[in-house]
């Protein structure tokens, strides 16, 4: 019975969603908590990698390549589907409890990786952590952001060549 009253919850959802012309409010599917969340792994010694979802799915991919012969730019754009969206905003809570900063100092050569939450209203929040330790709160949409842009980079590269902007 239970499922029943969940497919009339599905079927009301769909024809208001299409009732606004006829004067009914409309249900509007949920919305993340985030304009954009950006994961920064920067290494100056080799290739650093930044990760930006945005809200609506568009997804932005930038791996800069120190060498030898100098400083090159890959960027990926892709989409992530709703559903991934939704799950990376689903593990964000969980960074409110964590510091700003790592608290134990770190050693030489050893990267700092950072998750930037920004909200559709108040202020940017910052948390890091260095690259390797575990931290559960940090990991999970660290691991969900790391995926989507796996995807991403499957394919050939949108942009390939100097470096656009400093990141």
């Given at each position: 019975?239970?499922?029943?009253?969940?497919?009339?919850?599905?079927?009301?959802v769909f024809v208001a969603s299409g009732a606004a012309a006829s004067g009914?409010?409309?249900?509007?599917?949920?919305?993340?908590?985030?304009?954009s969340i950006e994961y920064r792994a920067p290494n100056p010694l080799g290739?650093?990698?930044?990760?930006?979802?945005?809200?609506?799915?568009?997804?932005?991919?930038?791996?800069?390549?120190?060498?030898?012969?100098?400083?090159?730019?890959?960027?990926?754009?892709?989409?992530?589907?709703?559903?991934?969206?939704?799950?990376?905003?689903?593990?964000?809570?969980?960074?409110?409890?964590?510091?700003?900063?790592?608290?134990?100092?770190?050693?030489?050569?050893?990267?700092?990786?950072?998750?930037?939450?920004?909200?559709?209203?108040?202020?940017?929040?910052?948390?890091?952590?260095?690259?390797?330790?575990?931290?559960?709160?940090?990991?999970?949409?660290?691991?969900?952001l790391s995926a989507l842009a796996r995807r991403a980079v499957a394919s050939?590269?949108?942009?390939?060549?100097?470096?656009?902007?400093?990141?």
């Amino acid at each position: 019975m239970r499922r029943r009253g969940l497919g009339l919850v599905a079927v009301f959802v769909f024809v208001a969603s299409g009732a606004a012309a006829s004067g009914m409010k409309t249900v509007e599917p949920p919305v993340p908590a985030f304009a954009s969340i950006e994961y920064r792994a920067p290494n100056p010694l080799g290739r650093s990698r930044f990760v930006m979802l945005h809200a609506d799915g568009r997804l932005v991919v930038t791996d800069i390549i120190r060498s030898g012969t100098g400083v090159r730019e890959q960027r990926w754009l892709s989409r992530a589907e709703a559903a991934d969206v939704m799950a990376v905003a689903q593990t964000l809570a969980a960074l409110d409890a964590l510091p700003e900063r790592p608290t134990r100092s770190g050693i030489p050569g050893e990267t700092i990786v950072e998750l930037r939450l920004t909200p559709f209203r108040g202020a940017v929040r910052q948390r890091s952590k260095w690259l390797g330790d575990p931290v559960p709160a940090f990991d999970a949409p660290e691991a969900r952001l790391s995926a989507l842009a796996r995807r991403a980079v499957a394919s050939p590269p949108d942009y390939e060549g100097p470096p656009t902007q400093s990141p």
